[in-house]
């Protein structure tokens, strides 16, 4: 169970850099905003996780095939109070096999402690409560430390006081917790049945606002999520009687 691995394309400079990571949650919302940050920001393809025991899957954009676990990266002034000069996206649209979600935080955060990355923030979805046609959703925040904390209110993001949060991002906090590493978790209330751009929308918003040097213009998501909705709402009424309950994704929803 210990095949994770880290393939770099090319040897680049992330000291100094803020990692974002993106695996898929409620909503899909975390995969739809990290493939926003990387075409928004034209970053580069630098590298790949790779495992024996993730999906046998090849993702294909702009007409050139990579792992199902990719990592980007480009210069950037970003971060809180643009304290970093790089970024750099993990990302995948498939969620790892249980077994090995916790080997899998811990390479991720050993290789950006290698590399020098200053801050990671991981990218969340949240089922919301209640009937969410009626309500504005909401974005939350958990930080690992004081410092973390403290920049979750200067933003006036509301802190998750009670919860549990699974999967990578699970990982990434209680370790970050544990290592004193500046771990931010930002969760996007949202649509539980269907991938929600408009949660992803309100996620980019919030990060915009955090990180303003990044320049991120979420309105293009806001623009296209009815209608994104309202195919994939048909799409979920036609594959009942035959299909599981998340049908197809179109791939043009990742940008």
């Given at each position: 169970?210990?095949?994770?691995?880290?393939i770099?394309y090319?040897?680049?400079?992330?000291?100094?850099?803020m990692?974002?990571v993106?695996?898929?949650?409620?909503?899909?919302v975390?995969?739809?905003?990290?493939?926003?940050?990387?075409?928004?920001l034209k970053?580069?393809?630098?590298?790949a996780?790779?495992?024996?025991?993730?999906?046998?899957?090849?993702?294909?954009?702009n007409?050139?095939?990579?792992?199902?676990?990719?990592?980007?990266?480009?210069?950037k002034i970003?971060?809180?109070?643009?304290?970093?000069e790089?970024?750099a996206?993990?990302?995948s649209e498939?969620?790892?096999?249980?077994d090995?979600?916790?080997?899998?935080?811990?390479?991720?955060?050993?290789?950006?402690?290698?590399?020098?990355?200053?801050?990671?923030?991981a990218?969340?979805?949240?089922?919301?409560?209640g009937?969410?046609?009626?309500q504005?959703l909401q974005?939350?925040?958990?930080?690992?430390?004081?410092?973390?904390?403290?920049?979750?209110?200067?933003?006036?993001?509301?802190?998750?006081?009670?919860?549990?949060?699974?999967?990578?991002t699970?990982?990434?906090l209680?370790?970050?917790?544990?290592?004193?590493?500046?771990?931010?978790?930002?969760?996007?209330?949202?649509?539980?049945?269907?991938?929600?751009?408009?949660?992803a929308?309100?996620?980019?918003?919030?990060?915009?606002?955090?990180?303003p040097e990044?320049?991120?213009?979420?309105?293009?998501?806001?623009k296209?999520?009815?209608?994104i909705?309202?195919?994939?709402?048909?799409l979920?009424?036609?594959?009942?009687?035959?299909?599981?309950?998340?049908?197809?994704?179109?791939?043009?929803?990742?940008?």
């Open positions: 169970m210990d095949d994770i691995s880290i770099e090319k040897e680049v400079d992330l000291s100094n850099s990692l974002v993106a695996f898929p949650t409620v909503g899909l975390s995969s739809i905003a990290g493939r926003f940050i990387i075409d928004s970053l580069d393809e630098i590298g996780i790779v495992s024996k025991n993730f999906t046998p899957t090849t993702i294909i954009h007409s050139i095939p990579s792992p199902p676990v990719r990592i980007y990266a480009g210069n970003c971060g809180p109070d643009d304290s970093c790089q970024i996206v993990i990302i498939f969620m790892p096999p249980m090995i979600i916790k080997l899998l935080g811990d390479t991720i955060l050993e290789w950006s402690d290698k590399k020098g990355c200053k801050t990671i923030v990218l969340e979805g949240t089922h919301a409560v009937d969410i046609k009626k504005k974005i939350y925040g958990v930080g690992t430390n004081p410092e973390m904390r403290s920049i979750l209110k200067k933003y006036k993001i509301r802190e998750t006081q009670e919860g549990m949060i699974t999967g990578v699970g990982v990434l209680y370790e970050g917790v544990l290592m004193n590493r500046d771990v931010l978790c930002l969760l996007a209330e949202a649509h539980a049945a269907y991938p929600d751009s408009r949660a929308g309100n996620l980019l918003k919030k990060l915009d606002i955090m990180l990044i320049k991120i213009d979420p309105k293009p998501l806001y296209e999520a009815e209608e909705e309202k195919n994939i709402r048909k979920l009424e036609q594959s009942k009687p035959t299909a599981p309950s998340m049908p197809p994704i179109p791939y043009s929803m990742y940008g």
